[in-house]
């Protein structure tokens, strides 16, 4: 628990200790610990064990996933039964960030299952409500099975098949609803958003504005570390940044430059370079008219999403835009390019 609250903003801290946490050891035949997590002794709280067995008919044990130190980062469970198989995974709302990100996967598990992408799957919403003043959701698990490689040919389609499943419609970036929100949104965070954002957005419109742009769904967070592999079927987890109204192919830009970052190692600063300057090769599909400009509108959206999120406060990766985001977008911005 201590780990799951580093570089989490303050709030989320205090949050988690008033969670007090007891571990009992015992015995290594499952799990070399066992934790039991409980609100603060307060009168008549209960532990979050018995709201898990009351959701799912049997006592779960449970482990907690550590990841990175991030502002969305909340308590991730482990469920497992008492041959130490996986029940499922447990997700805990423990500030307003995670709570609505918890609420919104929450949502996301039922839409997305009920569109039933070919060659997806994502996982089933077991249980879901409050405890103790946190939205808790509880989901099966996806089981990654053998080879776990996936070729560019077999990515592109499952992208597609994800940001056609709402619907596609095109419009001049102009007068897209996408870059209504957008600029909607870049205006109510000013306080956190840097004014050199908001302005490469309109640099944008000004050289691109009749370019068409499709908008469709995307996952939000697609990345190597979010999905596995059954046979033919890619299996696709944390579904908390579902939209749909956004450029169709956002998911394989990101993809691309996040596995750029985080797998090959490429500075972050010559990955957006080269992401504004090349084909994004992932997503040469056929869904934009102008794949310049989806990676440059991609770059405008995920900085605007890590600076409302404040991942700078929380010492998330890649929240310092300065250091490469920004510098990116303001290289020379060729309005031909933009055009095909
Ligand atoms: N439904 C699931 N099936 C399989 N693994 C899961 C599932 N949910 C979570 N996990 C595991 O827990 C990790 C953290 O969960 P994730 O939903 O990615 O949370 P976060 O939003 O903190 O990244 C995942 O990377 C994966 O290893
Ligand atoms: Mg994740």
Not at 286 to 304: H, K, N, V, W
Request: some cysteine.
């Amino acid at each position: 628990m201590t780990a799951l609250a580093t570089g989490s903003n303050r709030r989320s801290r205090q949050r988690l200790k008033a969670m007090s946490t007891v571990v009992r050891t015992l015995g290594t035949w499952v799990l070399p610990w066992r934790l039991v997590v409980t609100p603060s002794p307060e009168p008549g709280s209960a532990p979050l064990v018995d709201w898990l067995e009351e959701q799912l008919g049997s006592r779960p044990l449970v482990g907690v996933k550590k990841t990175a130190p991030r502002a969305n980062n909340k308590p991730v469970l482990v469920l497992l039964d008492a041959d130490g198989g996986v029940l499922g995974y447990a997700k805990v709302g423990i500030n307003p960030l995670t709570q609505r990100l918890v609420k919104a996967e929450t949502k996301a598990l039922g839409r997305i299952a009920a569109r039933s992408i070919p060659g997806l799957r994502t996982p089933e919403l077991l249980a879901s409500g409050e405890w103790n003043g946190s939205h808790v959701l509880v989901q099966g698990a996806l089981r990654p099975t053998g080879d776990q490689s996936w070729a560019p040919e077999e990515l592109i389609p499952r992208f597609a098949a994800f940001a056609g499943s709402a619907g596609l419609a095109t419009t001049p970036l102009r007068s897209s609803p996408y870059l209504e929100r957008l600029r909607r949104r870049l205006r109510k965070h000013r306080a956190y958003v840097p004014g050199a954002l908001g302005a490469e957005l309109e640099r944008v419109v000004t050289a691109a504005g009749d370019v068409p742009l499709t908008l469709g769904s995307w996952h939000g967070d697609w990345t190597p570390w979010n999905m596995g592999r059954d046979g033919d079927d890619l299996l696709l987890w944390d579904l908390e940044r579902v939209k749909s109204g956004v450029p169709a192919g956002f998911d394989a830009v990101h993809y691309t430059l996040q596995s750029e970052i985080v797998r090959k190692g490429t500075p972050p600063l010559a990955a957006a370079r080269s992401l504004l300057e090349q084909d994004v090769t992932l997503a040469a599909s056929s869904l934009q008219a102008s794949r310049r400009l989806l990676a440059r509108l991609y770059l405008i959206e995920i900085g605007t999403r890590y600076c409302v999120d404040r991942q700078a406060e929380a010492g998330g990766a890649l929240s310092d835009l300065g250091s490469w985001l920004l510098p990116a977008l303001a290289g020379p911005l060729r309005e031909e390019a933009l055009h095909g």
